[in-house]
């Protein structure tokens, strides 16, 4: 089958066997893969590798865990999910996801149903960016109705899964983004924009009950803290909580903050599944590659400017 392969620091297409299923697996013949800035950090991080990915010195690399496919095997242990269903989903992170491939093996257990009124494409965008912006703010924030929400890089993958998921749990939503993504910021249902370029969202907004940073750095990190109500939550998907001012802080207010690495969960899918069948969540795709130039979508991911999501198809 085809494959990009890491190979002398650089993605490659190659000829690789198929992978083989294990009892708790099924095979996936992939029609669609999105890219985040994770896929690109283990390209130009190798140190990185074996923390995120737990592969050895010398081990063969496959980038990528955001997948949408057509179910080809299943292991034996497999009972919700059958040959011919279209499946989505974020497989083994983290670990070795293996998604940059005609074929996948994945664990039935990080997988939920396609939704069939939304495309591969929509629903292979709609995996680590998606299920990072649910554990952040429903799983590890709980956000209810009526609270005051800051969501940072509003315009990005996370970030505009995020505003929406914001919203659908009736929050009151304020997201920074660039001048150029204020409409469609705006669009995706925020009530309030702030241009973190022009403008300092320290200044406009207090007692924020809710903020989701994903910009790197404690400074940054301190101007949300400064923003959130004494008792709220502040989710970092950078930046963590135990360097001396920001702990100091942290325990002032006392403050719910959590430092989330997003985790493979069919059940978090199954939920996003659902919101995406009854509209009340969609994906922005604003960019396909094919996948003989899924390099050229790394470099897109680099560039720090993707609004939504880009993805590759098969
Ligand atoms: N810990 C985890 O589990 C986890 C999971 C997912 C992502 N992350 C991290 O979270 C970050 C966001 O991920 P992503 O997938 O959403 O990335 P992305 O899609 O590449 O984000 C691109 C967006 O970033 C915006 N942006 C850049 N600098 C900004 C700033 N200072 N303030 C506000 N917006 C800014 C850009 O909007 P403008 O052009 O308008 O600036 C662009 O739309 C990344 O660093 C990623 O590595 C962590």
Known sequence: MKAIILKEEKL???????????????????????????????????????????????????????????????????????????????VNFPGHGKAYAEYVAAPAAHLALKPDNISHEEAAAATLAALTAWQALVTQAKVKKNEKVLIHVAAG?????????????????????????????????????????????EEKIKDADVVLDAVYGEEHLLRSLEVVKPGGRVISLLTFFDATPVAEKVKEKQLYAYRLLVASSGEDMKSLAALLENGSIRSYVTGTYSFERLPEAHEQIAGRRTRGKIVVTL
């Open 12 to 90: 490659q297409l190659a000829d690789i066997q198929q992978p083989q299923i294990k009892e708790n697996e099924v095979l996936v013949q992939v029609k669609a893969i999105s890219i985040n800035p994770v896929d690109n950090f283990m390209v130009t991080n190798p140190e990185s590798r074996e923390r995120i990915m737990g592969v050895a010195p010398g081990e063969e690399i496959i980038v990528g865990w955001d997948i949408s496919g057509i179910v080809t095997q299943v292991g034996r242990q497999v009972t919700d999910i059958k040959v011919g269903d279209a499946v989505f989903g974020m």
């Open 157 to 201: 993958g996370v970030g505009h899964y995020a505003v929406q998921l914001a919203k659908h749990f009736g929050a009151h939503v304020i997201a920074t983004a660039s001048a150029a993504n204020r409409e469609f910021v705006l669009g995706l249902g925020a009530d309030e924009f702030i241009d973190y370029q022009t403008e300092k969202f």
